[in-house]
């Protein structure tokens, strides 16, 4: 049984920071890219940054420079610092990974079922 838990969501005032955690747990062989979306109310879900096994990453255009994605490969953990944090960016911030299970089973698109961070102005 495979599963994600993303925590390190609250409420924050305009110009704060969070960082969000996301844990993937279970019997797994290899988990390849990690990423954040996140979804506001009334939109549609965004791709936030995403991080390869190699560490190579990439940002929507909107937090480019004031979010970084980390990953620490022993612990199949995925970080999402947030800083210099707006009122756009409150959203439900969800987790997703491809991964290969020990049985072999790959999942494309594995979710997790996502933390609130809601910035107050």
């Known amino acids: 049984q495979v599963q994600l838990v993303e925590s390190g969501g609250g409420l924050v005032q305009a110009g704060g920071s969070l960082r969000l955690s996301c844990a993937a747990s279970?019997?797994?062989?290899?988990?390849?890219?990690m990423a954040w979306y996140r979804q506001a109310p009334g939109k549609q879900r965004e791709l936030v940054a995403g991080?390869?096994?190699?560490?190579?990453?990439n940002y929507a255009d909107s937090v480019k420079g004031r979010f970084t994605i980390s990953r620490d490969n022993a612990k199949n953990t995925v970080y999402l610092q947030m800083n210099n944090l707006k009122s756009e960016d409150t959203a439900v911030y969800l987790c997703?990974?491809?991964?290969?299970?020990?049985?072999?089973?790959?999942?494309?698109?594995?979710w997790g079922k996502g933390t609130l961070v809601t910035v107050s102005s």
């Open positions: 279970g019997s797994i062989r290899s988990i390849n890219v």
């Open positions: 997703k990974v491809d991964l290969t299970t020990a049985s072999g089973y790959y999942y494309m698109d594995f």
């Open positions: 991080i390869s096994s190699g560490g190579s990453t």
